[in-house]
C-alpha cells in the first residue's frame, strides 16, 4: 500500500516521544545480548534502544521483550513491549508486532497508550494487504482494525488515518468483487455475477467501483431477460453519476436494447 515509508516515520516518531524521553546514555551491546540472563532494567531498556537507534531492528525487539522477562512489573515493562511491537512491524514482522500489541491491550486496557497499540496492530494488518486476486482475509483483519480504532478512539490523533485508510481498504474489497463478478459475467452465470455486482453497491457504494458495478447490473439484467430492471440500474447510475463513462456506456446499451424504455 501507499506511504508506508511515512507511516513508518510518523509511528517511530510516536514512540520515541512516548516512551523514549528521558532514557539515559546507550552502552554498547555485542551480538550476544539475548543470551545475557540478568541485567537491570534500564541498562537492559536502553540496550534495545540503541538497537533501534542503529536500524537493527530484530535485535531491538528481542532485548525489549527481554525487559518485560527479566523484569515484568516494572514500569518500563509497559513501555518495552510497545516499543517491542514497534521494532517488529518496522522489521515488518507482522505477526509478532500484532501478537506484542495485542498482549499489551490484554494487560493494560485502559493505558493511555492503548490507542498507539491499536493502531500498531491495525498498521500491521493494513500493510499485509495483497492485491485484489488473492484472499482478502487479510483486508477483511485491517478493516476490522481500523473501525475499532475510530469506535474506541474518535478523536485520537491515529482516528483520521484510520478513517481514510478505510475507504481504501473498502475500495479494495469492492474491487475485489468486481473481479469476481466479471469473471462470473464472461463466463455466462449472470445470476452469480449480479450478486456480486449487488454487494458492490449495497455494502460499498462510496467507492470508486459503484459506477461501473451499475453499468454491469444493467448489462446483466438484460443478458437474463428483464430490460425493466436493466433500465432502473441505467436510471440510478444517470442520477447518481451524470456525464460518467459508464453512464454512458450504459445510455447506449439501452438504445440498443430497450430503446422504447429509454426516455431522452
Known amino acids: 500500500m501507499n506511504a508506508k515509508l511515512s507511516i513508518r516515520s510518523a509511528l517511530l516518531g510516536a514512540a520515541c516521544a512516548t516512551f523514549l524521553t528521558g532514557c539515559g546514555g546507550s552502552p554498547d551491546t555485542g551480538p550476544n545480548d539475548l543470551a545475557y540472563v540478568a541485567r537491570d532494567v534500564e541498562s537492559?531498556?536502553?540496550?534495545?534502544?540503541?538497537?533501534?537507534?542503529?536500524?537493527?531492528?530484530?535485535?531491538?525487539?528481542?532485548?525489549?521483550?527481554?525487559?518485560?522477562?527479566?523484569?515484568?512489573?516494572?514500569?518500563?515493562?509497559?513501555?518495552?513491549?510497545?516499543m517491542s511491537s514497534f521494532s517488529y512491524y518496522a522489521a515488518r514482522d507482522y505477526t509478532r508486532a500484532i501478537q506484542s500489541a495485542s498482549r499489551f491491550l490484554s494487560i493494560h486496557p485502559g493505558n493511555a497508550d492503548a490507542p498507539y497499540a491499536y493502531y500498531l496492530i491495525a498498521i500491521s494488518y493494513y500493510e499485509q494487504i495483497s492485491d485484489v486476486e488473492r484472499d482478502q482475509a487479510i483486508t477483511e483483519r485491517a478493516l476490522q482494525a481500523l473501525t475499532e480504532i475510530v469506535r474506541r478512539y474518535p478523536e485520537s490523533p491515529y482516528a483520521d488515518d484510520a478513517r481514510l485508510k478505510i475507504d481504501l481498504v473498502n475500495d479494495h474489497l469492492a474491487g475485489k468483487e468486481m473481479e469476481i463478478g466479471r469473471f462470473y459475467e464472461r463466463t455466462g452465470q449472470w445470476l452469480a455475477?449480479?450478486?456480486?455486482?449487488?454487494?458492490?453497491?449495497?455494502?460499498?457504494?462510496?467507492?470508486?467501483?459503484?459506477?461501473?458495478?451499475?453499468?454491469?447490473?444493467?448489462?446483466?439484467?438484460?443478458?437474463?431477460?428483464?430490460?425493466?430492471?436493466?433500465?432502473?440500474?441505467?436510471?440510478?447510475?444517470?442520477?447518481?453519476?451524470?456525464?460518467?463513462?459508464w453512464y454512458e456506456k450504459a445510455f447506449e446499451l439501452m438504445e440498443d436494447h430497450a430503446p422504447a424504455r429509454i426516455g431522452g
Request: overall charge negative; cysteine-free; proline content about 5%.
Open 44 to 82: 537492559l531498556y536502553s540496550a534495545a534502544k540503541d538497537r533501534l537507534d542503529r536500524g537493527d531492528l530484530t535485535m531491538a525487539a528481542g532485548l525489549f521483550d527481554e525487559v518485560e522477562r527479566q523484569h515484568p512489573y516494572s514500569p518500563w515493562a509497559r513501555r518495552a513491549q510497545l
Open 193 to 245: 455475477a449480479q450478486l456480486r455486482f449487488q454487494n458492490v453497491i449495497e455494502d460499498y457504494q462510496t467507492t470508486s467501483h459503484a459506477p461501473e458495478a451499475l453499468y454491469r447490473l444493467t448489462e446483466t439484467s438484460l443478458a437474463l431477460g428483464v430490460p425493466e430492471e436493466a433500465q432502473r440500474y441505467s436510471a440510478v447510475l444517470g442520477a447518481n453519476y451524470p456525464g460518467n463513462e
